[in-house]
């Protein structure tokens, strides 16, 4: 499965965002600046985390972008989820009509031993993700805490 370069933008946000020296918020134009990334895609990421509760923003002068929630209840199917959406990974377009008309009924048994494969395996995945948060992949770096502001600046 191939998903969207955003969730790994999203990811490194977020963790930009959790190292940020006293919480202060952050122009997505400087994370843009840290991640080398495109300022107009990096504003559509954040957005959709926004979105979905996992940052909160503030256009004002001094405002910006800030963690919404604390990072340990953060994970990351939260920020998979909030860029790819919860549609289900397999989508079918019922082709097997087209394909197999001999016994429809003994067909669709068994295609719906391959569409509840494709369930189980999507349903581990996101159980997978879900077990992660923010806060573990942090936990040896508690205290280092960056002025991201002042790395722009340099």
Do not use: C
């Amino acid at each position: 499965m191939k998903f969207k370069i955003g969730v790994e933008q999203a990811i490194y946000v977020v963790v930009i965002l959790a190292r940020q020296k006293d919480q202060q918020p952050l122009k997505s134009k400087l994370l843009s600046q840290i991640l080398q990334v495109s300022d107009s895609y990096l504003h559509k990421i954040t957005h959709q985390l926004a979105v979905h509760g996992i940052v909160a923003t503030d256009a004002s002068k001094t405002g910006g972008i800030t963690l919404a929630r604390p990072t340990s209840e953060i994970s990351l199917l939260d920020i998979f989820t909030a860029i790819e959406g919860d549609e289900s990974f397999a989508s079918w377009n019922n082709l097997r009509d087209q394909v197999l008309r001999l016994d429809q009924a003994a067909f669709d048994q068994k295609f719906d031993q391959v569409s509840l494969q494709f369930e189980r395996a999507e349903a581990k995945y996101k159980e997978t993700l879900s077990r992660l948060s923010i806060a573990d992949l942090l936990s040896d770096e508690a205290s280092a805490y960056v002025d991201w502001r002042t790395l722009a600046d340099k």
